[in-house]
Nanobody, 122 residues
Framework: QVQLVESGGGLVQPGGSLRLSCAAS????????MSWYRQAPGKERELVAF????????NYADSVKGRFTISRDNAKNTVYLQMNSLKPEDTDVYYC???????????????WGQGTQVTVST
């Protein structure tokens, strides 16, 4: 049974930091590209960052470049999102996504976590 369980969300003041974690189980984690998405009510889900299966490549949305860092620990089957210099506009539900890829050729199915709320406010 595939599971992606996000944690680490919460309330933080502008300029603060949070680290999100996504613990994976039920599939071969090291074969999967991992991504973080976010979504606000009434808006489309937005790709925040992704990291390739071996961790050799990462990519970020322009809105988070220089502030967020995605990383993974294949030994722990976990992907992280370190979020620094948080802004109110970063307030969203953050979702973990897993898709099986060979290089950048990916399967047509993927898996999602349940999401974790991040709120940036005074």
């Amino acid at each position: 049974q595939v599971q992606l369980v996000e944690s680490g969300g919460g309330l933080v003041q502008p300029g603060g930091s949070l680290r999100l974690s996504c613990a994976a189980s039920g599939f071969i984690f090291s074969d999967y590209m991992m991504s973080w998405y976010r979504q606000a009510p009434g808006k489309e889900r937005e790709l925040v960052a992704f990291i390739t299966s071996a961790g050799g490549s990462t990519n970020y949305a322009d809105s988070v470049k220089g502030r967020f860092t995605i990383s993974r620990d294949n030994a722990k089957n976990t992907v992280y999102l370190q979020m620094n210099s948080l802004k109110p506009e970063d307030t969203d539900v953050y979702y973990c996504n897993a898709v099986e890829c060979s290089g950048y050729v990916c399967a047509d199915y993927d898996y999602w976590g349940q999401g974790t709320q991040v709120t940036v406010s005074t």
